[in-house]
């Protein structure tokens, strides 16, 4: 029937398939497809390897012009001082500077005033842009995809496939479209709805697809509060995830130092605006929340799907079925919990502000917001990492970095820091942290027995100043 | 480049419970302050199998009856959280040749298939089953048939399941794809020159 056919031809596609089709080079022999990787971020942990095998095979970096580097994971941010005292960490710095001038990529180092975590870096610098793709060693890659990109976290094997083909193989994701729709009630983040998403879906319910976050209360978030959601799809077993761009998308890439300019702009613009997905495009699965009944989420395990409201109680080993009763019982274990206790009240002795999900302008400005004037309780360490030396910048231009030190916070230099702990922020024994990062793993904060809470920045806020886990629209009387 | 057609894997197993075995776990963070692979084995699951003092926990790994192990036997969810490649990395150096669990991390399945570690999923109850037979016969040998996607240890036989994709690059010699994107040189050109933002 032709006119079945033509409706067919007409369907429209998802952004994931427009970006696909415009990198998709050829199919595989394994039936892959070898995709154009446009823009390749690399840092000092996941490339060196990558490096020492285009030595040993005497290859050169293919589009060095589209490769660009900073140093993250293990810069001290105490002191950025050089030369870092612990050698190991120096010795990576050193590593990644001399292969960036080597092989003539562009490296936000230290001295330049834009270093930063690479994720923080790229949207910053107007380097993360809307129908591109993306790739970086490194899991968190799918930030960029708040911009309308498709990015790719991979392995220090395929970090080696971009630099010398800027290519990599890959399989084709599905796309589950994931609306929230509606407005986020008072005290509720962009760090909620993605603790939520995954508390409902699972930390491995994403794999195989790209998330495509849609809806009203994605549509009227900020560029930032877009990247917190994007930043954590990978929590939910999704390797990439996107929302489509818009506006807010290119007001805030207008004049960043890598965005084109003058007429470049208007032609970009009128592009970006083309890989939005069509209205009528097939999605593979769908799934919607409503906005309002997202409470300020906190986890308490050891996975980011196990999460509560702040409300709310831990799990009992009896309340929840069959197969997840191990895994329950081996978070209770490890965090030094009991089944139903509630979640409120739970002292901490840590808060960590920082990382690659909130460490942006946007979330100092709220926590400054909301701590001017009151203190961390006694007892408790609290830091503030700034995502990147541009952000530490304009909060030092604002004061915040004051009211952060007035209120007793150690104010910090750029770096992943307490996230990941490669350097020497780390917590002690079985120290409890609240934590604005994205990862809850046993022992991901530096130390073998460490527990950490994940939840938004207001909440880190509210632990630090109350001495526990408390709701920060009581503490701060939002 | 010519590489190994790996059709099956041989050898004896051990099993490393729980579903979610994340990255980190696999390889703590601190052990990637290095600019090489070498020596990463000695730290696969270190934080699990060593205490503070450096001491040796009870852990599967530490065990003397499983010691010469070369397929891994895991939960669900296996490798999930950081791409860090240090983790397959580890695990190849320690002397695994391949792991087999409910379910793998998408990531870090790629990775160890780009390194010739075949990651096969068998279904929970098949791998308890496998796990019996383990952890009664340490010394039994068990073999991965990547053709005929089973798997045999002593009389039984279990079906398996691996990517398309994974299985024909393994199989066929084609597992680390480099070789083959290279070929693709002038068409990744003729791509990236319709791309404005790839122009210099
Ligand atoms: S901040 Fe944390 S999650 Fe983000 S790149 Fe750094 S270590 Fe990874």
């Not at chain 1, 995709?35 to 000092?44: A, C, D, K, Q, V």
């Not at chain 1, 197969?323 to 979640?343: D, N, T, V």
């Not at chain 2, 075949?118 to 009664?136: E, H, M, N, R, T």
Request: proline residues 4%; hydrophobic residues 40%.
């Amino acid at each position: 029937m032709p006119s079945f056919k033509r409706k067919k031809d007409i369907m429209g596609k998802t952004l994931f398939e427009k970006v696909w089709e415009a990198h998709a080079v050829r199919e595989l022999s394994n039936g892959q497809t070898q995709l154009l990787i446009g823009t390749h971020l690399i840092h000092e942990v996941t490339s060196p390897q990558a490096f020492s095998m285009l030595r040993a095979l005497g290859l050169k970096v293919r589009y060095p012009h589209r490769t660009f580097a900073t140093v993250d994971h293990i810069v001290p941010t105490d002191s950025q001082q050089e030369p870092f005292p612990d050698f190991l960490a120096d010795a990576m710095i050193k590593e990644l500077r001399k292969n960036a001038l080597e092989f003539g990529i562009t490296f936000f180092d230290l001295p330049s005033g834009k270093q930063g975590i690479v994720h923080v870096v790229g949207p910053e610098q107007g380097i993360t842009q809307p129908g591109t793709t993306i790739a970086c060693g490194d899991s968190h890659t799918s930030t960029h995809g708040a911009f309308g990109a498709i990015a790719f976290g991979i392995g220090t094997s395929q970090v080696r496939d971009v630099l010398v083909t800027q290519t990599m193989a890959i399989g084709r994701l599905k796309v589950r479209r994931v609306a929230v729709e509606g407005k986020l009630r008072s005290g509720v983040y962009a760090k909620d709805v993605i603790l939520h998403i995954i508390r409902k879906l699972g930390v491995n319910g994403g794999t195989g697809y790209a998330y495509e976050f849609a809806g009203s209360t994605f549509d009227a978030f900020s560029m930032e509060e877009r990247m917190t959601v994007c930043n954590m799809s990978i929590e939910g077993g999704a390797r990439v995830g996107y929302v489509n761009p818009d506006e807010t998308t290119f007001a805030f890439l207008k004049d960043r130092p890598f965005s084109p300019k003058g007429a470049a702009w208007d032609q970009a613009v009128a592009r970006w605006r083309g890989f939005a997905s069509d209205p009528d495009c097939r999605y593979d699965d769908c799934v919607e929340f409503d906005a309002g009944a997202i409470e300020p989420t906190v986890t308490w395990g050891i996975n980011p799907a196990q999460a509560i409201g702040i409300g709310e109680s831990l799990p009992t080993v009896a309340g929840v079925s069959e197969s997840e009763r191990a895994s329950i019982q081996e978070a209770l274990a490890y965090m030094k919990l009991e089944e139903g206790q509630p979640i409120k009240g739970l002292p901490i002795q840590v808060a960590f502000l920082g990382s690659c999900t909130n460490g942006r302008l946007g979330d100092f400005m709220e926590v400054a917001r909301l701590i001017k004037g009151r203190r961390v309780a006694d007892g408790v360490k609290a830091l503030a990492v700034p995502g990147s030396q541009d952000v530490a910048a304009r909060c030092r231009d604002m004061g915040l970095d004051k009211i952060f030190t007035e209120a007793g916070f150690e104010w910090r230099e750029a770096g992943c820091s307490m996230c990941l702990a490669m350097n020497s922020d780390k917590l002690v024994g079985d120290q409890i942290c609240a934590s604005s990062s994205n990862r809850n793993f046993k022992g991901r904060q530096g130390s073998t027995t460490g527990r950490t809470l994940l939840m938004s920045p207001a909440m880190v806020a509210a632990a630090a100043v109350t001495g526990c886990v408390s709701d920060a629209r009581e503490v701060f009387k939002q | 480049m010519a590489l190994q057609k790996i059709t099956n894997v041989t050898g004896r197993c051990v099993t490393v419970p729980g579903d979610d075995v994340d990255t980190d776990r696999i390889i703590p963070a601190r052990y990637m302050k290095c600019v090489t692979f070498d020596g990463l084995g000695e730290f696969l699951f270190y934080d699990v199998r060593f205490d503070e003092n450096k001491q040796p926990r009870q852990h599967p790994l530490n065990d003397p009856r499983f010691q010469g192990a070369s397929i891994l036997l895991g939960g669900n969810n296996f490798g999930c959280g950081s791409s860090r490649e240090h983790a397959p990395q580890a695990i190849a150096r320690y002397g695994f040749k391949a792991i087999v669990a409910e379910g793998f991390a998408e990531i870090f399945f790629g990775n160890c298939t780009t390194l010739g570690i075949p990651c096969v999923c068998a279904s929970k109850s098949d791998l308890q089953a496998i796990a019996g037979i383990v952890s009664s016969r340490p010394e039994q040998e068990m073999t991965i048939d990547l053709v005929n996607l089973k798997i045999e240890i002593g009389t039984q036989t279990f079906p398996c399941t691996i990517r398309t994709s994974a299985r024909e690059g393994l199989t066929r010699g084609m597992w680390d794809s480099i070789g083959e994107l290279l070929e693709g040189n002038d068409a990744v050109d003729r791509v990236a020159s319709g791309l404005p933002y790839m122009q210099r």
